[in-house]
């Protein structure tokens, strides 16, 4: 039997942080920042805050990852020696992302690619991405690796709270009556992913800190009685509070092996709005 090389490639809005990236050789797959003036593909032409700081000025627009990107990173991976690829996609109920790199896979030759359909966004999908990573970079073969993500997927849990309902409405996530009744009592949803891997709402609170309160309340009851899982606390323009939570982790989360702290692709934030808060979780155990 032929030695595998397993590679293991994600898409920017999965937010792995780049030092997390490079530990374990993640690849990461660009989206797509569109302004009237110009593309940037995200994080590398342009940063997440360079993105928000623009948010006055312009809303951009967000697409995929143009599948002859992927054909290249696919090329440079074969050249490299690889023989496996774990391609770990955002949901498919929020982006086209999955079904692109499904069907990139299903004519590439060269390489034996799977690709996991996380069912989850940011960090949640990041989660994935590191476990399948970790695996890799034990020596696990590429069964073993595949088992690793999804396994980690069915454990990952990811919730938010908004800064603005605009946004939300805006991009048709919430009616007119929910948008106005929320926007003039301050009523503010919790947002998770649900099976399908599309958002619902899991809570709602009154008030930015109750929201904040209820969002945490909501990450630690995911966790159930664990006693080992990682954490991540993600935001979109609201560093201040979003540090402060992570400065309270190991309060909050005392049983946390690893806990991430890291801006949300602008990919996201541009239907949320600024002020998104996020925490993903998953359980170990």
């Not at 896979?105 to 359909?117: K, N, Q, R, S, T």
């Not at 993500?149 to 919430?174: P, Q, S």
């Not at 930015?208 to 899982?229: E, F, N, P, V």
């Amino acid at each position: 039997m032929l030695a595998q090389k397993i590679a293991v490639v994600t898409d920017s809005c999965a937010d792995v942080p780049a030092e997390v990236a490079l530990k374990y050789g993640i690849r990461v797959v660009p989206l797509h920042i569109n302004y009237r003036e110009g593309s940037y593909r995200d994080r590398v032409d342009i940063q997440p805050h360079e993105v928000y700081a623009r948010f006055d000025e312009e809303i951009p627009k967000t697409s995929l990852p143009a599948p002859a990107e992927v054909v290249e990173l696919f090329d440079a991976l074969a050249e490299e020696g690889y023989t496996h690829v774990a391609a770990v996609s955002i949901s498919s109920g929020l982006s086209g992302t999955f079904d692109m790199m499904r069907s990139v896979a299903a004519g590439y030759g060269a390489l034996h690619i799977e690709v996991v359909d996380t069912r989850s966004i940011a960090l949640g999908a990041g989660f994935v991405a590191i476990a399948a990573a970790q695996a890799a970079c034990a020596g696990e073969p590429f069964e073993a690796v595949m088992r690793a993500a999804h396994e980690a997927a069915a454990k990952t849990r990811v919730f938010f709270c908004v800064g603005t309902l605009d946004y939300l409405y805006a991009g048709g996530r919430i009616g007119k009556v929910t948008h106005s009744l929320g926007t003039a009592f301050d009523i503010r949803p919790i947002i998770t992913c649900d099976e399908e891997g599309t958002y619902v709402t899991c809570a709602k609170a009154h008030g930015r800190k109750a929201s904040l309160k209820k969002t945490i309340a909501a990450a630690q009851a995911a966790l159930g009685d664990s006693r080992s899982y990682r954490v991540a606390i993600v935001h979109g323009a609201a560093e201040a509070e979003a540090r402060a939570m992570y400065e309270r982790a190991a309060e909050l989360f005392p049983h946390a092996r690893e806990v991430y702290f890291e801006q949300i692709s602008p990919a996201l934030v541009v239907h949320t709005g600024p002020g998104l808060i996020g925490i993903g979780v998953q359980r170990m155990d």
